[in-house]
């Protein structure tokens, strides 16, 4: 299957042209030593989630503080992921591409494969947001249908309920289940442009056995925990960090107000590469000194695909050119509030099974 080619037009071709203009001149005039603000993050983020996992270690004879740090270090862990190593993995942290490479292999040392990942983020997400079979990021090939023209399946129209009983098991099933089916899996979405390296297989085992060893094998040899309870405080970190991961990444795209384009019978799509990315992506309405800790670039997230060369620390700025742009030019920009989001997310859900229920009834 060849890869979907977007629509050709002279139109959003210069406007997108002007965009870029207007941006770079927004950029010439912001200072460039901000950067700094996320190279300072990097070390306090790391440094807290190895303080974190000292302190629980060694002071392991009150299961309360091993459990409740536990808890933290899953939110520290996102935390780390959507402001440095999403950054890092973009080239947007430092200048040199071996002191970026650097830092997104912090993502196997917290569970996650860095290569696949990268692979599947910057080859099939930002080229093709929300395409059903392109989209390695939003892939669903398990028990929710995300996409509106997914292949169904029967139980699905339970969705609406089972699914806030998934959504806590997200990192567990990327950690666990996501990863090893990119890699042994053909008929995964990565696999349709990717060959991977033999070098990445054993790497991919050695990471997840080494962070498996750290998280439960030395907390048992060198602590005071036995090892159900280091292995439940596991779990519970992992049920944390896939709280707040699941509110970061499902919120710019998952939601029943975006677009699920699907390309023509010859492959090409309706709209622009640009225009799609307005479609397919939302913003989410908070811009204060507590989100942007947060969310990084996740809720400045149509600055990011259209510019995803540029750090977060700048894109409060360039959304307010984007915002004002697409006023002018009269594009389909949109920016939720958080709740707002969540509840279309929700809304999507609902229809999804409602279209599982209906398909299911006109069977024969």
Wanted: charged share 15%.
């Amino acid at each position: 299957m060849s890869a979907p080619n977007y629509a050709l037009k002279k139109e959003d071709t210069l406007l997108m042209m002007e965009l870029y203009r207007l941006v770079n001149t927004k950029l010439q005039s912001l200072p460039n030593n901000r950067i700094n603000q996320l190279k300072i993050k990097l070390f306090i983020l790391l440094g807290f989630y190895l303080s974190l996992y000292i302190i629980a270690v060694f002071f392991s004879a009150s299961a309360l503080l091993f459990f409740l740090l536990y808890g933290i270090m899953g939110i520290t862990a996102v935390l780390l992921f959507s402001n440095v190593i999403h950054e890092a993995a973009h080239g947007n942290l430092f200048t040199r591409k071996k002191h970026n490479r650097l830092v997104y292999h912090i993502f196997d040392l917290l569970g996650a494969n860095s290569y696949i990942w990268q692979k599947r983020h910057l080859l099939f997400h930002h080229k093709y947001p929300n395409i059903m079979d392109w989209d390695a990021d939003v892939e669903q090939s398990g028990p929710v249908n995300v996409f509106p023209h997914q292949k169904i399946q029967k139980y699905q129209r339970y969705q609406k309920y089972y699914v806030f009983l998934l959504y806590p098991l997200f990192l567990l099933n990327w950690i666990f289940v996501r990863d090893f089916r990119d890699f042994f899996f053909k008929k995964r979405v990565v696999r349709k442009l990717l060959k991977i390296p033999l070098i990445e297989y054993p790497k991919m085992i050695i990471f997840k056995v080494l962070y498996l060893t750290i998280m439960i094998g030395l907390p048992v040899f060198i602590g005071r925990v036995s090892f159900a309870f280091a292995l439940v405080s596991f779990l519970w970190l992992t049920v944390c960090g896939s709280l707040l991961g699941m509110i970061i990444l499902l919120t710019p795209h998952i939601n029943i107000d975006n677009e699920f384009a699907t390309p023509g019978s010859s492959g090409t799509m309706e709209n622009s590469w640009f225009r799609h990315q307005f479609l397919s992506t939302n913003d989410i309405s908070l811009n204060n000194w507590l989100t942007r800790q947060v969310m990084g670039n996740f809720n400045f997230h149509v600055c990011h695909h259209l510019f995803p060369g540029i750090s977060s620390v700048y894109a409060p700025e360039v959304t307010e050119v984007i915002k004002n742009f697409a006023r002018d030019h009269k594009l389909p920009y949109r920016s939720l509030q958080l709740k707002e989001a969540l509840v279309k997310h929700y809304r999507l859900i609902q229809n999804n099974t409602v279209n599982v229920i209906e398909e299911i009834e006109m069977e024969p």
